[in-house]
């Protein structure tokens, strides 16, 4: 008895062991946790419940814990703190097994505190986390980290001004190109850029050189305290060498400053436009070479290719345009006036609206009818007799094209009442199935029913056919000619005071709502009980 209550404890224990053995370790470690092999090693991760805790993680990998409490890089980030380690890193996979593992394509690099922008962002992530980047000992000795890099430019880029400009390279240059130093303030310098030097590429001033072997651009040392230090003297020191009596920043050619070179002093005045010329323009030899500038045309070709010639000789410019520009012509109306009246919306039109053709504007042969400028858009809908010889003046003006005076008498419809006041387009124009605008003028019925929809859905129609005049007028639409003493059903006694719709109700057929006025049966039965 005392032998079966010593062995049935031993049989459990032993089972228990067997049961657990495979427990101990459920695969192998990685390369980087191989050192924690082993039985007696499985605390230095795991609780006693067999649960990895953060605080045990952190406790190995300081470098870690720190960055955490000083709230920098990915696992301060909202995204990681706060998890447990091992939601993202767990072990016992293998030796050759990963436990950092990201989605490069999905990995938000802003959580990590640098933001990955302009040339950053199309990077591959092993351009720039790679151990000789990495200055932080405890890092760079890691056989494989993203960790331990310095957010300064030094820290993986070579200094290309070797020292002679700030280590803050942010200060001149963007993440979108190297080359183009767009934050570097000039203006902070000894010589300010003004006018065209602000567009002037740093390479053009700052040349490159070599320095210890390597190439890069000269800031310091350039002289500028004249303009020909930089700038070729095209007039050959003919002028002296202040150049700014003549020229600015601004532009070679104009300075706006008025301190450019007088031209008055010469024979010819510059006036208008011919200020704002560049001398290149005029002096295309040399600045000082005398050419003959008596009329417009020696500089000028003749843009109206002798349209106004006389006896073979064309009038210069002048006595149409001004020097202040070739548009503004002081041609007048008055002189206009003798040869076509200008009057109405002619009066407003631009010179280019009626004189021109493909090349340009023309003067010659030009016609003095509607049609000539104008397409008469009622060719074919309107008779010869009511419009001779395509003379559009027979209704419209030049006033107003929608002002239209036609005598409606001339017709065999005569306009009365409402009809007198309704516009032209009320008869005469419609759409076509197409929706497009169509117009008919000869042909139109004149039934009313051509125009007008008959509200009494055919009621009244004789032979097909209902006379709206009988009952109704052309100055509003109310029943002035009915007299309901000459209908079927005469009006006496108390049928005098009764309101007309007490008899005449809406009803509806085929053809919509409507008013009965008609009645088969006008017995007393038909409406009295």
Known sequence: MRVKNILFPLGLLF?????????????????????????????????????????????????????????????????????????????????????????????NHKLTGFTLTGKHAKLEC????????????????????????????????????QGKLSSKCASCHNFDSFKNATGFDHSKTRFPLLGKHKNVDCLKCHKTETVNGKVEQNFKGLKFGNCNECHQDVHENKLGKNCKQC???????????MKAFNHDKTNFKLVGKHKQVDCNSCHKKKLTTAFKHNRCTDCHTDYHKGDFKVNGKSPDCDECHTLDGFALSTYSLEKHNKKFV????????????????????????????????????????IEEKFMPNNDCSACHNTKNWTSVKFDHNRTNYKLEGKHAEAT?????????????????????????????????VGQFAVNGKTDCAKCHGFDNWESTKFDH?????????????????????????????????????????????
């Open 15 to 107: 089972l228990f062991l067997l049961k657990t053995s495979a427990q101990i370790s459920p695969g192998d470690l990685s390369k980087s946790h191989s050192s924690l092999d082993g039985v007696s090693n499985c605390t230095k991760c795991h609780s006693l419940n067999n649960k990895v805790t953060r605080d045990k993680c952190l406790d190995c990998h300081k470098e870690i814990k720190a960055l955490i409490v000083a709230k920098k890089g990915y696992h301060a980030s909202s995204e990681v703190l706060g998890k447990e380690c091992s939601s993202c890193h767990n072990d016992h996979h293998g030796r050759e097994f990963k436990m950092v593992r990201l989605n490069k394509k999905l990995f």
């Open 126 to 161: 092993n351009s720039c986390h790679k151990a000789e980047f990495i200055k932080d000992p405890d890092f760079k000795k890691k056989a494989s980290t993203y960790m331990g890099l310095n957010q300064n430019c030094l820290s993986c880029h070579d200094d290309y001004h």
């Open 247 to 257: 020229h600015s920043e601004e532009s070679f050619y104009f300075n706006k400053n």
């Open 342 to 381: 200008l009057d109405g919306a002619h009066e407003a039109t631009l010179c280019q609206a009626c004189h021109k053709k493909p090349s340009g504007l023309t003067f010659k042969n030009m016609g003095k009818n509607c049609i000539d400028c104008h397409k008469n858009i009622h060719k074919g809908y």
């Open 424 to 456: 032209c387009d009320k008869c005469h124009y419609g759409k076509n199935e197409k929706g497009q605008r169509t117009q008919q003028f000869a042909g139109i019925s004149q039934e009313c029913s051509s125009c007008h929809k008959d509200s009494h």
């Open 485 to 529: 003493m000459n209908s079927r059903f005469a009006l006496d006694g108390a049928h005098q005071t009764v309101a007309c719709d007490e008899c005449h109700k809406p009803e509806m057929n085929t053809l919509g709502k409507y008013v009965k006025y008609k009645f088969n049966d006008i017995s007393c039965a038909s409406c009295h009980k």
